[in-house]
């Protein structure tokens, strides 16, 4: 008996598995959604062109505000005439004439009596007028606007026929030159900058170059700048030039003020702050910084483009806050050991020589081999002299000692050290640099030195 329960419970299992699948496939509708969502969209063959033109044969368009007038001729270069500008957008330009052969009819008028008066078109202001390349010429009349979806009332001059236009092809249309510039101001890059220049008012107070032939040190300092003004090839400090170079990115106009402007005070231009760069491929971009103006962007112009532009500027305070003491790297004698031939320092009528033999011959002090550890030892407190402060005092006095580096490529830098009061001694460099540093540090250079 049980076996037989089990055998009818078995075939009512199937049966009703049997009768789910009939019921699936009765009721089972594809999903014809995601099979149609790759097929291809026809287009709308309804579509009228108020112009039955090719972009690529227009030859040029004259557009007419009702303000102002202005042709863009097409061609290698898109040029605009009819209107003063100096940065005009190429790419702006161009579309013009994509706008004008895009031109869709919205609706005929099919009760057009012929009277364009009621239409806004008889002797209206805003029209768009286009010269093909093969000769034929097309004026597009801009009427009234309909209050109807925010359409346009427009007409072919010459085609005795009235139809709409919508409101986005003719703001597409119709537009102040204005309207078609450039809001980049100049494309700046910290990765590609070779040298810079900041000036105060006309007043140049500090230029910084790459230093081309810095030898690295170790993996973490891959590069060296060296300040050039007001000193000559000073080295510049990495952690001051960081926060300067993470600043200097592309810059793009919040809005274009002035034109060809009048009065350069009214922005504080007429003595700004100045930013010049000099890229890797010879290129120098000027960047000059006026007053703050509004939502904290500050009144620009760039290069001799005669156009004040409003636009953040993340170096702005930092140009013109500089004080170049700060740019100094404080390390004043740091040069890398493998560029040194030789070090010659003269202390209480006494030379002594560092010499660093190349070929692995070695090192030596006053002509006696000592070991690496005692002569890298030594070069680290010469190097290790460090800026206390800095004056403009004369380096002048008693002298305490002199460092002359001979370098490798036959070159040579001079440091004097005088003393100035009892706790510092101040040096005279070659490059025009003085400034204050510990007596303390000379004397543990001299005393290992002996």
């Given at each position: 008996m049980k076996r037989n329960i089990k055998i009818i419970i078995a075939s009512s299992l199937v049966l009703i598995l049997l009768l789910g699948g009939y019921f699936f496939i009765q009721k089972w509708d594809p999903d014809i959604k995601k099979e149609q969502d790759n097929?291809?969209?026809?287009?709308?063959?309804?579509i009228e062109y108020a112009m039955d033109i090719n972009s690529g044969d227009i030859a040029s368009v004259k557009i007419s505000t009702g303000e102002t007038s202005y042709t863009v001729k097409n061609g290698e270069t898109v040029t605009i005439e009819g209107y003063?500008?100096?940065i005009m957008d190429s790419y702006k330009l161009s579309s013009v004439f994509y706008n004008v052969s895009s031109v869709t009819i919205s609706r005929r008028m099919k009760d057009y009596t012929g009277n364009l008066s009621d239409y806004g078109l008889e002797n209206?202001?805003?029209?768009?007028?286009?010269?093909?390349?093969?000769?034929?010429?097309y004026n597009l009349l801009i009427g009234n606007n309909t209050n109807f979806d925010g359409e346009y009332y427009?007409?072919?001059e010459g085609v005795d026929s009235v139809f709409t236009l919508s409101s986005y092809d003719v703001e597409n249309l119709i537009k102040d030159p204005s309207e078609m510039r450039s809001t980049d101001i100049c494309t700046l890059s910290a990765d590609s900058t070779m040298s810079f220049t900041i000036k105060k008012k006309g007043q140049k107070e500090l230029s910084v170059k790459y230093d081309e032939n810095f030898v690295p040190t170790n993996e973490y300092v891959l590069a060296s700048y060296l300040i050039t003004y007001p000193y000559?090839?000073?080295i510049a400090s990495l952690d001051k030039l960081k926060p300067l170079f993470e600043s200097i990115t592309p810059l793009i106009a919040d809005s274009i003020v002035e034109e060809n402007p009048k009065n350069l005070s009214l922005y504080g231009l007429d003595k700004p702050y100045e930013l010049e760069i000099t890229d890797n491929k010879g290129t120098k971009t000027t960047v000059k910084m006026g007053n703050y103006g509004e939502n904290g962007n500050v009144y620009l112009m760039c290069n001799d483009t005669p156009v004040v532009y409003l636009a953040q500027c993340p170096f702005y305070e930092i140009v013109k806050d500089v004080k170049v003491e700060e740019y100094v790297e404080k390390f004043i004698q740091l040069f890398n050991i493998k560029t040194v031939g030789k070090i010659v320092i003269t202390a209480d009528g006494e030379e002594h020589t560092l010499l660093n033999v190349k070929d692995g011959g070695g090192y030596k002090v006053d002509g006696e081999t000592v070991t690496e550890a005692d002569f890298k030892e030594l070069y680290q407190l010469i190097i290790g002299v460090t800026a206390a402060d800095f004056t403009n005092d004369a380096a002048t006095g008693t002298e305490k000692c002199t460092f002359t580096f001979h370098f490798n490529d036959g070159t040579k830098k001079d440091f004097a050290y005088y003393i100035y009061n009892d706790r510092y001694s101040i040096v005279k460099a070659d490059n025009g640099m003085t400034c204050l540093v510990l007596t303390k540090s000379l004397d543990n250079i001299l005393t290992k030195l002996k």
């Open positions: 097929v291809p969209v026809v287009p709308d063959t309804n003063s500008s100096h209206t202001k805003k029209s768009v007028a286009v010269l093909m390349n093969d000769g034929t010429e427009a007409m072919l000559d090839n000073v």
